[in-house]
T-cell receptor, first 115, second 109 residues
Framework: NAGVTQTPKFQVLKTGQSMTLQCAQDMNHNSMYWYRQDPGMGLRLIYYSASEGTTDKGEVPNGYNVSRLNKREFSLRLESAAPSQTSVYFC??????????????FGPGTRLTVL | QKEVEQNSGPLSVPEGAIASLNCTYSDRGSQSFFWYRQYSGKSPELIMSIYSNGDKEDGRFTAQLNKASQYVSLLIRDSQPSDSATYLCAGNTGNQFYFGTGTSLTVIP
């Protein structure tokens, strides 16, 4: 049981390049999330998917797109990377049974640098 | 704007002492609250969740929720050097979650 996995762990891009961050969970959770974490800013929600087939914007969606490929996988795409997107990106899933339904579990993160 | 606020610290306590971490939130509609521990360079790890007013204990950790005061706290008893980390407070309203910026805790041996 791997929980939430993310690839890649590290990435360096040049301004204008594109890339896709991959996330998968094996906990049969309905909801999945993408956050970015910057020093002094805390975790900020980029996009989320409450269930398979749906996606919604969070606090900081500009410059990003997402795809909920199936119940397990939720990808984040940067179409034209900018230095302001240098950050650590975390994927999370949520949807356990009973009172655990609202508990989120995080993947190991992707450290992205845009030059 | 839904917000969760924490004192960024740093908070230092001697080994064996009680560490007290506090958090306030702005949205009265928030339903659940969570404490995450994050070691440097690692991802957040859920350590406590609390849904109703009062105290919830799990081992050395006690979470406290006061919805009237919009206040959440985490007590760590018998603090250990391995508890040194940043602690994130979070709340959720529906499908969205809101995180504080974290409190840095150092436990001094």
């Amino acid at each position: 049981n791997a929980g939430v996995t993310q690839t890649p762990k590290f990435q360096v891009l040049k301004t204008g390049q594109s890339m896709t961050l991959q996330c998968a969970q094996d906990m049969n959770h309905n909801s999945m999330y993408w956050y970015r974490q910057d020093p002094g800013m805390g975790l900020r929600l980029i996009y989320y998917s409450a269930s398979e087939g749906t996606t919604d914007k969070g606090e900081v969606p500009n410059g990003y797109n997402v795809s909920r490929l199936n119940k397990r996988e939720f990808s984040l795409r940067l179409e034209s990377a900018a230095p302001s997107q240098t950050s650590v990106y975390f994927c999370a899933s949520r949807g356990g049974a009973g009172l655990s339904y609202n508990e989120q579990f995080f993947g190991p993160g992707t450290r992205l640098t845009v030059l | 704007q839904k917000e969760v606020e924490q004192n960024s610290g740093p908070l230092s306590v001697p080994e064996g002492a009680i560490a007290s971490l506090n958090c306030t939130y702005s949205d009265r509609g928030s339903q659940s609250f969570f404490w995450y521990r994050q070691y440097s360079g690692k991802s957040p790890e859920l350590i406590m969740s609390i849904y109703s007013n009062g105290d919830k204990e799990d081992g050395r950790f006690t979470a406290q929720l006061n919805k009237a005061s919009q206040y959440v706290s985490l007590l760590i008893r018998d603090s250990q050097p391995s508890d040194s980390a940043t602690y994130l407070c979070a709340g959720n309203t529906g499908n969205q979650f809101y995180f504080g910026t974290g409190t840095s805790l150092t436990v001094i041996p």
